[in-house]
């Protein structure tokens, strides 16, 4: 079958993450049992091996197959052991499909609660300026020549959101990341900030709500 790192760099699916030694793995065992890391004092040897923690991704045109590369991994030469915990694995993915109904439920409150401040927002900006718009209307000015500048004041609130809500996930990720989280008391887990790509897609969101919540209101709100 061949020794374990040819069937790494041949593998698409799996490469190794880190190395863990021995003093490793018993540090990182105390962490996780964290109040409890009292039951290890009376250890004279560590009984912990040293490993190599593997992730997984998935080749496109199909999903990875934990357990089949779990029994190709047990079949090679130097590998004593392989942990793959497949009910873990299940608990895990019904937790992040409660997240993401979670989120999608925020999502929507939260796209109906921008879309309504801004409106509001936009409206009352209006009312308050309404003997200058009446003015610029008796000079001749258009529609759209009026309705514009809410506009943009629209999509500036929107960019000025955006960049707020982009500012707070980092501070979160920023205090979070400097705590080693452990799931289940046991898997060590690591944070890793939203991709840029994400990060572009909640910026150009905000800036189309900001328009969207704007357009409502000159086109609702606006008596010209």
């Known amino acids: 079958m061949g020794s374990f790192f040819d069937y790494i760099r041949l593998s698409p699916e799996a490469k190794i993450k880190r190395f863990i030694s021995k003093d490793k793995a018993l540090s990182d065992l105390r962490k996780a049992l964290g109040p409890e890391a009292g039951l290890l004092e009376g250890i004279s040897k560590n ?75 936009i409206k009352l900006t209006i009312y308050s300026r309404k003997d200058e718009i009446e003015i ?47 799931f289940f008391s046991f898997a060590l887990l ?10 572009l897609a909640i910026l150009l969101l905000s800036v189309f709500l900001g328009l969207v919540g704007s357009f409502i209101a000159v086109d609702r709100f606006f008596d010209i």
Request: proline fraction near 4%; charge should be negative.
């Open 47 to 121: 009984p912990l091996p040293a490993s190599f923690e593997v992730i997984l991704t998935e080749v496109a045109g199909k999903g990875s197959e934990p357990r089949k590369i779990k029994e190709q991994l047990e079949k090679l030469e130097g590998v004593e052991e392989v942990q793959y915990s497949e009910e873990w694995v299940n608990r895990f993915r019904d937790l992040m499909k409660m997240v993401r109904l979670v989120g999608l439920i925020i999502g929507g409150l939260l796209f109906m609660g921008v879309l309504f401040i801004v409106t509001n927002t």
């Open 190 to 199: 690591d944070f890793s900030f939203i991709p840029h790509e994400y990060s």
């Open 136 to 182: 610029l209307k008796l000079v001749g000015a258009t529609d759209w020549f009026i309705k514009i500048p809410y506009m943009l004041e629209g999509m500036i609130q929107g960019v000025f959101s955006g960049l707020l809500a982009l500012a707070a996930l980092f501070l979160t990720y920023f205090f979070i990341s400097k705590e080693k989280a452990y």
